[in-house]
């Protein structure tokens, strides 16, 4: 459903109610398994109010999609407003690899209904992206990663991170590959800090373990 105006509060919360309980089939795995009315029931909606809403499974995948997507750009600023910005950085990166392991089902869900949907999936995309880039370009003005690299980059090293969920022993893996990112982030000028100084050598730790703090 798109709207103009705002839902009326009983409208909003029982569309609320109908993407929650879609996430949570779409977390479990167990999508395809359901009628679409029956995520009327399970929400504690009528039928109409969910065809009313989404009209499709697609137009509901596409609608928890997009929640997914503005919650990840709203994690973004939170961590801008909260951390210096390489350790916002870093936060976010590692934030995104516990969110992978989380929620496989609901990606590997969404990936299947959203495959005729490529405009909204490059929307979502980009939408994310340009969070990722403000991260960036925020540490870089602080001189602590490196100008020469794009956001673009990060993206694609969380995509593959994300395709590759099936491998044994992936969250390991996971985990060295952001260590990998961030490591080949940092500025040449704040590498040496931290070589140089007792508190920098503890900040290299510190990148080890995501708080980038170089």
């Given at each position: 459903?798109?709207?103009?105006?705002?839902?009326?509060?009983?409208?909003?919360?029982?569309?609320?109610?109908?993407?929650?309980?879609?996430?949570?089939?779409?977390?479990?795995?167990?999508?395809?398994?359901?009628?679409?009315?029956?995520?009327?029931?399970?929400?504690?909606?009528?039928?109409?109010?969910?065809?009313?809403?989404?009209?499709?499974?697609?137009?509901?995948?596409?609608?928890?999609?997009?929640?997914?997507?503005?919650?990840?750009?709203?994690?973004?600023?939170?961590?801008?407003?909260?951390?210096?910005?390489?350790?916002?950085?870093?936060?976010?990166?590692?934030?995104?690899?516990?969110?992978?392991?989380?929620?496989?089902?609901?990606?590997?869900?969404?990936?299947?209904?959203?495959?005729?949907?490529?405009?909204?999936?490059?929307?979502?995309?980009?939408?994310?992206?340009?969070?990722?880039?403000?991260?960036?370009?925020?540490?870089?003005?602080?001189?602590?990663?490196?100008?020469?690299?794009?956001?673009?980059?990060?993206?694609?090293?969380?995509?593959?991170?994300?395709?590759?969920?099936?491998?044994?022993?992936?969250?390991?893996?996971?985990?060295?590959?952001?260590?990998?990112?961030?490591?080949?982030?940092?500025?040449?000028y704040s590498a040496q800090v931290a070589i140089r100084t007792p508190s920098g050598r503890r900040g290299a730790r510190g990148a080890n373990n995501g708080t980038a703090s170089s």
């Amino acid at each position: 459903m798109t709207a103009d105006k705002p839902l009326r509060a009983d409208a909003q919360r029982k569309r609320d109610a109908l993407l929650a309980t879609a996430r949570e089939v779409f977390d479990a795995g167990g999508f395809f398994d359901l009628r679409f009315d029956d995520f009327a029931r399970l929400a504690g909606v009528g039928t109409g109010t969910l065809y009313r809403h989404f009209p499709t499974r697609e137009a509901l995948a596409e609608a928890v999609y997009h929640g997914e997507i503005a919650a990840l750009c709203d994690r973004v600023r939170q961590l801008r407003a909260a951390l210096p910005a390489a350790e916002a950085l870093a936060t976010f990166l590692r934030g995104m690899v516990d969110h992978i392991d989380a929620h496989e089902g609901l990606a590997r869900t969404l990936s299947t209904l959203m495959a005729t949907r490529s405009g909204a999936l490059t929307e979502g995309s980009r939408a994310l992206e340009q969070a990722v880039t403000d991260l960036v370009a925020a540490a870089v003005r602080d001189g602590a990663v490196r100008d020469d690299v794009d956001a673009g980059a990060v993206m694609m090293a969380l995509h593959g991170i994300g395709a590759a969920h099936d491998r044994p022993g992936w969250r390991a893996e996971a985990d060295g590959v952001i260590t990998l990112v961030l490591d080949g982030l940092r500025s040449s000028y704040s590498a040496q800090v931290a070589i140089r100084t007792p508190s920098g050598r503890r900040g290299a730790r510190g990148a080890n373990n995501g708080t980038a703090s170089s």
